[in-house]
């Protein structure tokens, strides 16, 4: 089984700095694309950005040019340095990767658990 396990949540004031790292675990031959999503309080689940193995990268319009993805890939690790944070920044952060095992050769898609990023003064 493959486990995505998210770090780096946490209350910070508008304006300031946080990372957030997942580490992608079990039998891995390649992951393909390594993202992350977020979800506000009765919001539905959005993209923040995203990288494929190759190292393109997609970003939403809400945080481009503030928050930075960039992955390990010897790690299967992917991190998000998230700057000049605001209120509308406040969701659960998610990880999601497309893994490649030899069970699921075309990739499955996995999600991390979440991790809590609170923007308030």
């Known amino acids: 089984q493959v486990q995505l396990v998210e770090s780096g949540g946490g209350l910070v004031q508008p304006g300031g700095s946080l990372r957030l790292s997942c580490a992608a675990s079990g039998i891995i031959f390649r992951i393909n694309d390594m993202g992350w999503y977020r979800q506000a309080p009765g919001q539905q689940r959005e993209l923040v950005a995203a990288?494929?193995?190759?190292?393109?990268?997609n970003y939403s319009d809400s945080v481009k040019g503030r928050f930075t993805i960039s992955r390990d890939n010897a790690k299967n690790t992917v991190y998000l340095q998230m700057n000049s944070l605001k209120p509308e920044d406040t969701a659960v952060y998610y990880c999601n990767a497309n893994v490649v095992t030899i069970m699921s050769p075309s990739g499955v898609d996995y999600w991390g658990k979440g991790t809590l990023v609170s923007v308030s003064s």
């Open positions: 990288m494929t193995s190759g190292g393109r990268i």
